[in-house]
Nanobody, 124 residues
Framework: QVQLVESGGALVQAGGSLRLSCAAS????????MGWFRQGPGKERGFVGA????????YYADSVKGRFTISRDNAKNTVYLQMNSLIPGDTAVYYCAADFVDPTSWPYTELNNWGQGTQVTVSS
């Protein structure tokens, strides 16, 4: 089992930027793809993006493509979500996840390891 702790959520104005972090601990981190989902007010949780273990493959939801970037530092057991050009529609609780699943399958797969979430609020 992998424990995941998100940080970096905040209140930000539209057009601004924010970087979320997710630190993993517990069993070996090696081999896990990692990524992010989000759940906005009154909405179901939805896929944001994911990155494979090597960092060579990333996959994003169309709604964030070109604005959000996922990266990881395996030496620190941490994955990041850089969010630029934020809009009010990005307001949500952002959840980190990890699993042995190819990033392109993340939108359709029940993942096994989740963080508690961090709140991002974008004001207009």
């Amino acid at each position: 089992q992998v424990q995941l702790v998100e940080s970096g959520g905040a209140l930000v104005q539209a057009g601004g930027s924010l970087r979320l972090s997710c630190a993993a601990s517990g069993r070996t981190f090696s081999g896990y793809a990692m990524g992010w989902f989000r759940q906005g007010p009154g909405k179901e949780r939805g896929f944001v993006g994911a990155i494979d273990w090597t960092g060579g493959t990333t996959y994003y939801a169309d709604s964030v493509k070109g604005r959000f970037t996922i990266s990881r530092d395996n030496a620190k057991n941490t994955v990041y979500l850089q969010m630029n050009s934020l809009i009010p529609g990005d307001t949500a609780v952002y959840y980190c996840a990890a699993d042995f699943v190819d990033p392109t399958s993340w939108p359709y797969t029940e993942l096994n390891n989740w963080g508690q979430g961090t709140q991002v609020t974008v004001s207009s």
